[in-house]
């Protein structure tokens, strides 16, 4: 069974910074062999793209309203993704997943074949 977990979700005023992390488990996931993504979805709104990672580390990719401000990477020996979060916004505010797919379309969430529960991030102005 394959579980990805997320972790490091809160609250924050905004300008302010969190990381959330991800681990993953399970006998049939080999996580370096995973494009890594993390969505995100606020209340009444369709879930969005936020960053991708792939396999090895050297590519990432980023939504627009994320760029300059959200770092994603990786430590494969650790099979954890993280997601660096600075000068957060109110617009922020949402339920953040983790995500593991094999694709080749980081920004696509039919790519991603493996789901965490989610983790809310909260940003008062």
């Known amino acids: 069974q394959v579980q990805l977990v997320e972790s490091g979700g809160g609250s924050v005023q905004a300008g302010g910074s969190l990381r959330l992390s991800c681990g993953a488990s399970?006998?049939?996931?080999?996580?370096?062999?995973?494009?890594m993504g993390w969505f995100r979805q606020a209340p009444g709104k369709e879930r969005e793209f936020v960053a991708a990672?792939?396999?090895?580390?050297?590519?990432?990719y980023y939504g627009d309203s994320v760029k300059g401000r959200f770092t994603i990477s990786r430590d494969n020996a650790k099979n954890t993704v993280y997601l660096q979060m600075n000068s957060l916004k109110p617009e922020d505010t949402a339920v953040y997943y983790c995500?593991?797919?094999?694709?080749?379309?980081?920004?696509?969430?039919?790519?991603?074949?493996?789901w965490g529960q989610g983790t809310q991030v909260t940003v008062s102005s």
């Open positions: 995500a593991g797919g094999s694709s080749l379309w980081p920004k696509a969430e039919a790519t991603y074949g493996y």
């Open positions: 399970g006998r049939t996931f080999i996580f370096s062999s995973n494009l």
């Open positions: 990672i792939s396999r090895n580390g050297g590519s990432t």
